[in-house]
Nanobody, 114 residues
Framework: QVQLVESGGGLVQPGGSLRLSCAAS????????MGWYRQAPGNQRDLVAT???????NYADSVKGRFTISRDNAKNTVYLQMNSLNAEDTAVYYC????????WGQGTQVTVNS
């Protein structure tokens, strides 16, 4: 059983920053892809960023230059540093781990509001 526990969401003013964390526990392949999706009310769940075990990254165009994804393989933890946040970034952010099967975290709310 794989569990993903997210933390770091909250309320931030436009232009501010937040750092999300997601820790994975359980048994899974050492080579995997971790990352983040987000879902705003009434919208579909959209990809934000991904990172492989070897450190290759991929970003949605809407967050390039503002968000940075990283991971600590020893801790099975992925991070999302979010800078220059704006109202369009408001959503529930979901962590995932893909090792042929996809596991999801419970989601953490990020609200950007003055």
């Amino acid at each position: 059983q794989v569990q993903l526990v997210e933390s770091g969401g909250g309320l931030v003013q436009p232009g501010g920053s937040l750092r999300l964390s997601c820790a994975a526990s359980g048994t899974f392949y050492s080579y995997n892809v971790m990352g983040w999706y987000r879902q705003a009310p009434g919208n579909q769940r959209d990809l934000v960023a991904t990172i492989t075990t070897s450190g290759s990254t991929n970003y949605a165009d809407s967050v390039k230059g503002r968000f940075t994804i990283s991971r600590d393989n020893a801790k099975n933890t992925v991070y999302l540093q979010m800078n220059s946040l704006n109202a369009e970034d408001t959503a529930v952010y979901y962590c995932f781990l893909n090792e042929n099967r996809v596991y999801w975290g419970q989601g953490t709310q990020v609200t950007v509001n003055s």
